[in-house]
C-alpha cells in the first residue's frame, strides 16, 4: 500500500467528514481532560471522543475552547448510557452532552451499549434517528453492538449507523463485524485500538520486531496496521509526545508481511468484552 492511499478523513453515510484518528479521553477526569484535549488540538487532531459515562465531558468542553481551535473544524463524539434508551429521551440525552460540553452540536453521538438485557436499543436508535434531523447531532451511530444488534436496529428503522464504535486491535480483529460494516456502509471505529484492555499488544515481540524494523514506535506500528485495515481509531494518552506519535502514521507503510504477521496475533473475540453481558 502506497503511503498517499490512505486519506485523512473519512466520509460518513449522512454526509459527515469524520478524522481517522481522533484522541480518547476515557477514562480522564475533568482536570486532566481538559489538558489532554487542548493538548491534543494543538498536536494537529480533529477528533475527540468523549462520554456521559466518563463523567469529563465538562473538562473536554474546556479543553475544546481553550485550544482556540474553530469548531466548524472540530469534531466530537459522545454517547449516552441506557437510561437514556427510549424513542423521546434520546434528545434529552444529547442536550446534556452539549450543555455540559458548552456546544451547540454534536458531530457524532453514541448509543455506548446495547444492553440487550435491558432491550430498549431499538427504540434508542429510533430516538437517534429522529434526533438527526433536528440538525443537533450531524451523524448517529452505535458502540459495542455485534451484528445481530445492528441487523435489529436496521430492520426497525431502515437506517444504519454512521459508525459503530468497537474494542478492536491485532488481538481481536473482529472479521465478522468489519464484514458486517462494510457491507452496509457502516464505518468501524476501533476503541483500546492499540491493546488498553485485555491483551498488552504493544508489548508483544512481534509488534516490537516490526517497531525496529519501521523505526516507528510500537503504537504508530499498531495505528498504522488500523489504517492499512481500513479502520478509524480512538487512541488515548495523556502524555503530550505520545499524542504527537499517535497522529504521526501517515507518512510510512507497513509490508504486506508486516500486515499479515500483525493479522495473526488475533485471538478472536475472547480478547474483547462481551456487549451482551457488558454494559451502563
Same mark, same amino acid.
Do not use: C
Given at each position: 500500500m502506497t503511503n498517499d492511499a490512505i486519506s485523512t478523513t473519512v466520509t460518513l453515510l449522512h454526509g459527515a467528514e469524520?478524522?481517522?484518528?481522533? %484522541?480518547?479521553?476515557?477514562?480522564?477526569?475533568?482536570?486532566?481532560? #481538559?489538558? *489532554?484535549? %487542548?493538548?491534543?488540538?494543538?498536536?494537529g487532531y480533529r477528533l475527540i471522543d468523549t462520554a456521559q459515562a466518563y463523567g469529563n465531558e465538562r473538562g473536554v468542553g474546556?479543553?475544546?475552547r481553550a485550544a482556540g481551535v474553530d469548531r466548524g473544524d472540530i469534531f466530537v463524539t459522545s454517547?449516552?448510557?441506557? #437510561?437514556?434508551?427510549?424513542?423521546?429521551?434520546?434528545?434529552?440525552?444529547?442536550?446534556?452532552?452539549?450543555?455540559?460540553?458548552?456546544?451547540?452540536?454534536?458531530?457524532?453521538?453514541?448509543?455506548?451499549?446495547?444492553?440487550? =438485557?435491558?432491550d430498549r436499543y431499538v427504540e434508542a436508535w429510533e430516538g437517534l434517528v429522529q434526533l438527526l434531523e433536528s440538525g443537533l447531532?450531524?451523524?448517529?451511530?452505535?458502540?459495542?453492538?455485534?451484528? %445481530?444488534?445492528?441487523?435489529?436496529?436496521?430492520? %426497525?428503522? =431502515?437506517v444504519a449507523p454512521d459508525v459503530n464504535q468497537i474494542q478492536l486491535s491485532p488481538a481481536s480483529t473482529r472479521a465478522a463485524s468489519r464484514a458486517f460494516h462494510a457491507g452496509y456502509g457502516i464505518v468501524t471505529q476501533s476503541w483500546s485500538p492499540i491493546g488498553g484492555q485485555g491483551v498488552r499488544v504493544l508489548d508483544l515481540p512481534e509488534v516490537g520486531a516490526i517497531a525496529e524494523e519501521t523505526g516507528r514506535t510500537p503504537a504508530q506500528v499498531v495505528l498504522r496496521w488500523h489504517l492499512q485495515t481500513g479502520l478509524t481509531a *480512538?487512541?488515548?494518552?495523556?502524555?503530550?509526545?505520545?499524542?504527537?506519535?499517535n497522529l504521526d502514521v501517515y507518512d510510512f507503510a507497513l509490508t504486506d508481511a508486516q500486515m499479515a504477521a500483525l493479522n495473526d496475533l488475533d485471538q478472536g473475540e475472547s480478547a474483547v468484552v462481551d456487549s451482551d453481558v457488558a454494559g451502563h
Open positions: 469524520m478524522p481517522r484518528i481522533g %484522541a480518547g479521553t476515557w477514562p480522564l477526569k475533568d482536570d486532566e481532560a #481538559e489538558r *489532554v484535549v %487542548a493538548d491534543a488540538l494543538t498536536a474546556r479543553g475544546l454517547k449516552f448510557n441506557k #437510561e437514556w434508551h427510549g424513542r423521546d429521551l434520546v434528545a434529552e440525552a444529547a442536550k446534556n452532552s452539549l450543555d455540559t460540553l458548552g456546544l451547540e452540536y454534536l458531530d457524532l453521538l453514541l448509543i455506548h451499549w446495547p444492553n440487550p =438485557g435491558h447531532v450531524r451523524a448517529i451511530g452505535t458502540s459495542n453492538f455485534k451484528p %445481530a444488534h445492528l441487523e435489529r436496529i436496521i430492520a %426497525a428503522t =431502515g *480512538v487512541p488515548k494518552s495523556a502524555d503530550p509526545q505520545r499524542l504527537r506519535q
